[in-house]
């Protein structure tokens, strides 16, 4: 049987928001089998839990915030990619502020603090999302045109492509594909950082937002270069991202999609809008396990795989 996964052991981590600049500490516990990822916010005066369903977004501009009531949490889908990328079906994200520490801008750290922590199978089956027929969201037209779509696949994979009219940019590969099977995330993906220009930098600390943001957290570029000393992290570092934070977006339904996304300059408000635009058409999917794990795609059945 392919089995649930939670973390052998608790593990914390102490950062600033992205937009609040707020401390923020996490604490990552272990959670019983069919729990999912929740976030609790344990600085209320009553703790309240957010359980990821793709009905908890509540906010995309800037980043995916979830939210129970008037509790939220903002900025998750970095440490929701790492979930998804390690495979990690249970855990509790207790939270001190309303927003995930935003660390080096991409999810490698958290990827870090999972592993020290370790993965321990449970007794229940993982739970698959299959797509069984394609289905899409578009936005815009011309030029201001982005879509988003998933589409039957053994296996889970995402294709991207971003479409930055930019000198540093347009030097870069603005289209990349990862499966999960074949690649490594830690390796791969885990590692490109979020990015921003100067420009709009001033411009989102004018309305009071990226308050944490910097050099240390961030790809930040002028109108012709990138501004951090040491440069890129991946020659494809920016659509790199973009696939981190849609894996991010998608894990937020609550279980892992068997599926191929692919997406055309697509964010968090329209990888939420594809997510709720599956879920429905109730035709168009349906949830599986694998009591025998060699029918499961290749390389979901070893913990080892991602790492
Ligand atoms: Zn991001």
């Given at each position: 049987m392919l089995q649930q996964?939670?973390?052998?052991?608790?593990?914390?981590?102490?950062?600033?928001?992205?937009h609040?600049?707020?401390?923020?500490?996490?604490?990552?516990?272990?959670?019983?089998?069919?729990?999912?990822?929740?976030?609790?916010?344990?600085?209320?005066?009553?703790?309240?839990?957010?359980?990821?369903?793709a009905e908890s977004v509540t906010d995309?501009?800037?980043?995916?915030?979830?939210?129970?009531?008037?509790?939220?949490?903002?900025?998750?889908?970095?440490?929701?990619?790492?979930?998804?990328?390690?495979?990690?079906?249970?855990?509790?994200?207790?939270?001190?502020?309303?927003?995930?520490?935003i660390l080096d801008g991409s999810a490698s750290s958290f990827v870090f603090l999972l592993q020290s922590a370790g993965i321990e199978l449970q007794k229940a089956p993982r739970r698959f999302i299959r797509v069984l027929r394609p289905v899409e969201v578009r936005e815009?037209?011309?030029?201001?045109?982005?879509?988003?779509?998933?589409?039957p696949y053994h296996g889970f994979k995402l294709s991207f492509e971003i479409d930055f009219d930019h000198r540093v940019v347009?030097?870069?590969?603005?289209?990349?594909?990862?499966?999960?099977?074949?690649?490594?995330?830690?390796?791969?993906?885990a590692r490109a950082r979020t990015f921003g220009f100067t420009k709009e930098?001033?411009?989102?600390?004018?309305?009071?937002?990226?308050?944490?943001?910097?050099l240390d957290n961030a790809i930040v570029m002028d109108d012709h270069k990138v501004l951090n000393a040491g440069g890129l992290r991946y020659d494809d570092e920016f659509v790199k991202h973009k696939i981190l934070d849609a894996m991010g977006d998608l894990y937020i339904v609550g279980k892992p999609l068997l599926a191929a996304y692919s997406a055309f300059r697509s964010g968090h408000a329209l990888n939420n809008k594809l997510l709720r635009e599956l879920l429905a058409q109730s035709d168009a999917y349906e949830i599986v396990t694998f009591e025998d794990t060699r029918q499961a795609p290749h390389g979901f059945g070893e913990i080892a795989r991602a790492w």
């Open positions: 996964r939670t973390l052998k052991s608790i593990t914390r981590a102490v950062g600033v928001g992205l609040s600049g707020q401390r923020v500490e996490l604490t990552l516990r272990p959670a019983p089998a069919d729990t999912g990822i929740v976030f609790r916010r344990v600085d209320l005066p009553e703790p309240v839990d957010i359980p990821m369903r995309t501009r800037l980043a995916s915030t979830v939210s129970t009531g008037g509790a939220k949490v903002q900025t998750v889908e970095h440490i929701m990619s790492a979930c998804a990328g390690l495979g990690l079906d249970n855990l509790y994200i207790d939270i001190t502020a309303d927003e995930v520490p815009g037209e011309g030029d201001n045109l982005k879509w988003a779509r998933l589409e347009n030097a870069t590969g603005q289209r990349y594909e990862f499966d999960l099977s074949v690649g490594q995330y830690a390796r791969d993906i930098v001033e411009y989102m600390r004018s309305k009071g937002l990226a308050l944490g943001g910097g």
